[in-house]
């Protein structure tokens, strides 16, 4: 008796949630509440508003790259017609868990998803599924769920051979093997929680693993594993804590030559490190990074960080929103990729951006040409 009296509660309730949905489509022009983070009010209004709503759910504003990302995003879908409902999640799982139920409640018709832990979201994302809304993972790999449609990212493992290239290629590590030299490494891997993070690993690793073999490369502290290097959360204050700890413990009479880091933030934290040690231009190691933030690019020029990775948000915003109107309007998606991104349930079809490097030689070239930074935003 229970049970029907709750199923005929719920058909009604669904009943009304799909006429309050139908009759929002095509119509629905005007502001609707929203609890966007961003200020939109004096961003151009789209052309014409199409009636679909989409949510997006980022994982932190405490690194530049994932406001760029949301701004970008933001601005693509408006311009579509869409309207868009965005929440950062300050790296707090929990968080981002209540965000999409919300997105969710407040009826998005699609969600794109940056996930602060990629397998945390399996039942919210099933919840998402139940009421037929799309979901779109934005650059880190949603897992464990059957509820994904598309993935959006940068070539992830190309993000690590590109840092193994230009360290082989910097360091000349094939004329150091030929003579018999060595230079010591240490590496500072992205976050246990985030699929990019191993593939960035195995990308590293396929173009350095054989120097550590040969003793071309020698890492004094041991910690060449994933599981010993990666860095929870993509935490700077651990990657400064693991540096110092290194340079005290193992570099006492070597220099540190090269420090091997998944993320500008991190290079930022051992950059502090080599200051606290009393590390100077003369005796500054080659130290990588990723994301190209604004920060990353002065301190190139500067010569406290060598490289960075460029990744144009502005290019996978791009990728992302034919994967909305794909999902919404049935257009065709762009996908690149149909075989590398399993997420143990199933192989996601997915766009995957190149990754470039840059450093003090092309960054004018690459980020000020490309229209990304300008030369005054570089030289404040
Ligand atoms: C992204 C990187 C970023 C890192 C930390 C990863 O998922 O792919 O671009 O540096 O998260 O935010």
Excluded: H
């Excluded at 008796?1 to 095509?26: D, E, N, P, W």
């Excluded at 997105?103 to 969600?111: E, P, S, T």
């Excluded at 996978?316 to 149909?338: F, H, R, S, Y």
């Amino acid at each position: 008796m229970k049970r029907k009296l709750l199923s005929a509660i719920l058909c009604i309730a669904m009943a009304a949630t799909m006429l309050v949905g139908c009759s929002s489509k095509g119509t629905d022009t005007a502001d609707e509440g929203t609890t966007t983070t961003e200020d939109t009010t004096d961003e151009a209004a789209p052309a014409e508003a199409n009636g679909y709503k989409v949510g997006v759910a980022m994982p932190t504003q405490s690194s530049e790259r994932w406001i760029n990302d949301g701004a970008n995003m933001k601005a693509k879908l408006e311009e579509l017609g869409y309207k868009v409902e965005m929440q950062y999640a300050e790296d707090d799982v929990q968080a981002q868990v209540s965000q999409i139920e919300n997105l969710i409640a407040n009826g998005a018709d699609c969600l794109v998803v940056a996930a602060v832990d990629s397998s945390a979201l399996v039942n919210v994302l099933a919840q998402a599924k139940q009421n037929n809304i799309p979901v779109i993972a934005y650059d880190r790999l949603l897992m464990d769920t059957d509820a994904v449609s598309y993935y959006a990212t940068f070539d992830n493992k190309g993000v690590g051979t590109a840092i193994g290239n230009y360290i082989v290629e910097t360091k000349d590590l094939e004329a150091a093997k030929a003579a018999g030299e060595s230079y010591t490494i240490e590496f500072f891997m992205g976050s246990p929680d985030d699929n990019n993070a191993l593939f960035l690993y195995n990308g590293v690793m396929e173009v350095l693993q054989p120097y550590l073999d040969d003793g071309t490369l020698v890492c004094k502290s041991g910690r060449t594993s994933f599981e010993e290097t990666c860095i929870l959360r993509w935490s700077q204050e651990t990657a400064q804590q693991n540096a110092e700890n290194y340079l005290s413990g193992f570099y006492a009479d070597d220099k540190l030559d090269i420090a091997c880091s998944a993320f500008d933030g991190f290079a930022y934290g051992i950059k502090a490190a080599l200051e606290g040690a009393g590390y100077t231009a003369e005796d500054w190691p080659l130290i990588t990074g990723q994301d190209a933030e604004l920060m990353a690019v002065k301190n190139i020029i500067a010569g406290t960080q060598t490289m960075s990775i460029y990744k144009d948000t502005r290019l996978l915003a791009d990728k992302c929103v034919t994967m909305v109107q794909a999902v919404l309007e049935g257009a065709e998606p762009e996908i690149n990729d149909t075989e590398q991104y399993n997420n143990n349930v199933l192989t996601v079809p997915s766009y995957l951006c190149t990754p470039v490097a840059v450093d003090k030689d092309n960054y004018e070239e690459v980020i000020i040409d490309g229209g990304y930074y300008t030369e005054e935003q570089l030289a404040e």
